[in-house]
């Protein structure tokens, strides 16, 4: 649901889009903007966080397989998610994200059910 209201939010709230807009098109971290780098490298770093505690919480839940690799999904998942927000900046009138946001993220989470690639290694454990 988080997943969704995100999509559909920065599709739609014109505020929110352009701060999106500015982050990927606009703004360069050059040295002199190492505070505002560092920022966003801690709102990053909170985000994984909290994407893989719900990963996590899913899991135990049943929601997610157990053997999800939650660390490898979590950067699948953010890659997913900031992919298209930088999609929708870049290419706003091909990606009606406002009206499919829910398709999307069902099909994200249905890579995050089935695909192999995504399973913690049991060989890596020994």
């Not at 500015?22 to 801690?42: D, K, N, S, T």
């Not at 999904?73 to 870049?90: E, K, P, Y």
Request: with cysteine; glycine share 4%.
């Amino acid at each position: 649901d988080l997943c969704t209201l995100c999509l559909r939010d920065t599709a739609t709230a014109a505020r929110r889009r352009r701060v999106f807009e500015i982050l990927f098109l606009q703004c360069e971290f050059v040295e002199e903007m190492g505070p505002v780098m560092a920022r966003h490298q801690g709102n990053m770093r909170e985000g994984l966080m909290r994407i893989e505690e719900g990963l996590r919480n899913a899991m135990s839940k049943g929601q997610l397989p157990a053997s999800l690799d939650a660390p490898r999904a979590t950067r699948v998942l953010h890659s997913f998610i900031t992919g298209a927000l930088r999609d929708m900046a870049i290419l706003p009138d091909m990606f009606d994200v406002a009206h499919n946001a829910e398709q999307h993220v069902e099909a994200m989470l249905d890579a995050l059910r089935h695909s192999p690639a995504l399973r913690v290694d049991p060989a890596a454990k020994e």
